[in-house]
């Protein structure tokens, strides 16, 4: 099957989106595999690129699911050029993916798209990626967006929709494993005009000093693999809410950061409680190490993130406790339902967790807030997490955030939110790794349709990597 489309014009389409030079920016080396995490976090970061863009292509629509999943799907392949990136690899953000949409993207940066978009529409979707068949079946090689019908709980046990921007039809490509990773409805909040870093919360400089030995890769619920990629889900959630608590405090929007304050103690609360009521349970000896892993993590986010966050907050706002929020692993009472990748739970009975919930008040005299950001002090305690203490983090907080203009009186809304120019993010390098401990690899140059090979790597006939080869990562600003 040829990939080409002659394109629509989409000139109605300009003004809907910001403009964006795609410089790349080096980044440093690490190795050339990438996970479906990083798609994400560039959906997560980039999705109020596509605020009246979204609207536009509801509105298009008869507001049913199908029809804006549809009509989401068309935009993408008529508008946009197949091309595959070959060696350099992309993640572009869809301002960049417009601005070269006659060029051409791939997979990958058609799933940031259609993400950004359902993440703006407070639609729950997941990026599927997939191994094929016939082609590199040991490496994931392709990935796109599927949507559920079941919107209340986000399952796919009743059926979903797929978006991929490769294809002419919505039909989903067949594979032989695919692996989802969990996008929900969560509101998130960009800068105007701006986007936080993700560097300054990324989980990753605190992950390998809170791993602990697994002694087995397979043969059990819950193996080292399995455990890797909760991992990673839990520093990417934890992540983007951090980030969406910086966004409401720099626009001084209290509503937004109380709900999201409750939402980050109380899927916390219910992470630790569900893997303690897990572990009780006993298991094998690989199992149980997998679980310990998690503690290990909830711990470090409940003992330091968690009550630098209190810490944060209280210096510069009033909280008043106005009352509780529920949240619970299964939907099954009145609870929020949390993202069951969190959690080693699938047999455990209803797990809920009570969060109060705080209207924020600017305190007096308060005239700029600095970022809420992981300091090097953080990780020289990860290892210890009770001995954080909250002052000393407190003072290592200096990038401002947001400066109040005029004399503060405790309940002004005219925050000035600080520029600070931060790149589109476009791109990171993917090449074919083993699947192993760490991130997992995947191979999203190419696609297999209806046997015809899509694909200008030609990586088929290399013989399989051991060690993963170190290659500038790079992004685009």
């Known amino acids: 099957m040829n990939l080409f489309r002659n394109l ?42 596509v605020t009246q863009l979204a609207n536009e292509l509801a509105n298009e629509t008869n507001g049913s699911l199908e029809a804006i999943c549809n009509n989401i799907h068309s935009f993408l392949y008529w508008h946009l050029q197949y091309k595959a990136d070959g060696e350099a690899q992309l993640l572009r953000s869809p301002a960049c993916a417009w601005q070269q949409r006659h060029k051409g993207i791939d997979c990958k940066s058609y799933s940031i798209f259609a993400s950004a978009i359902l993440l703006q529409l407070g639609f729950k979707h997941y990026i599927r990626r997939i191994k094929q068949a016939t082609y590199n079946p040991d490496y994931f090689t392709h990935v796109y967006i599927i949507v559920p019908l079941n919107q209340s709980t986000g399952k796919l046990d009743k059926g979903y929709y797929t978006i991929d921007g490769t294809l002419p039809f919505t039909s989903e490509p067949p594979f032989i494993q695919k692996n989802d990773f969990y996008m929900d409805a969560l509101p998130h ?128 706002y009033v909280l008043t406790s106005t009352g509780t929020k529920t949240t619970g692993y299964k939907n099954d009472g009145n609870f929020e339902l949390v993202d069951p990748a969190f959690f080693f739970t699938y047999t455990d009975p209803n797990i809920g967790y009570n969060a ?75 090449q074919t790794k083993q699947m192993g401990f760490g991130t997992v690899g995947i191979v999203l140059g190419g696609l297999l349709i209806g046997g015809y090979l899509m694909n200008k790597n030609k990586e088929k006939n290399k013989p399989k990597e051991t060690t993963a080869t170190k290659t500038p990562k790079k992004v685009t600003v």
């Open 356 to 430: 109060s919930i705080y209207n924020f008040q600017l305190k007096e005299g308060v005239t700029q807030i600095p970022v809420f950001e992981f300091t090097p002090y953080v990780e020289q305690v990860a290892s210890n997490p009770s001995s954080f203490d909250p002052l000393k983090f407190l003072q290592g907080l200096s990038t401002v955030l947001v400066s109040f203009t005029g004399d503060n009186t405790g309940t002004s809304g005219n925050g000035q939110v600080y520029d600070n120019n931060n790149p589109n993010y476009d791109q990171y390098n993917s």
């Open 8 to 49: 629509k014009s989409g000139t109605k389409y300009n003004a809907l989106l910001p403009q964006s030079s795609c410089k790349k920016v080096n980044l440093g080396e690490g190795d050339t595999s990438f996970s479906v995490e990083m798609i994400a976090k560039q959906a997560l970061q980039h999705t109020n690129q």
């Open 189 to 316: 909040y960009g800068l105007n005009g701006s986007e936080l870093s993700l560097n300054n919360l990324s989980f990753d400089g605190v992950k390998d000093i809170l791993s602990t030995p697994i002694s087995c890769w397979g043969g059990t619920s819950f193996n080292a693999v399995k455990a890797e990629e909760v991992a990673n889900t839990i520093g990417a959630y934890f992540e983007n809410v951090l980030i969406e608590i910086n966004n409401a405090v720099a626009t001084n929007d209290t509503q937004k950061l109380s709900k999201l304050f409750a939402h980050f103690q109380s899927t916390l609360g219910t992470a630790v409680w569900a893997y303690s009521q897990k572990k009780s349970q006993g298991w094998n000896k690989c199992t149980t190490e997998s679980i310990t892993r998690m503690q290990n993590i909830l711990n470090f986010y409940q003992k330091v993130v968690e009550i630098g966050l209190n810490a944060w907050l209280n210096k510069y």
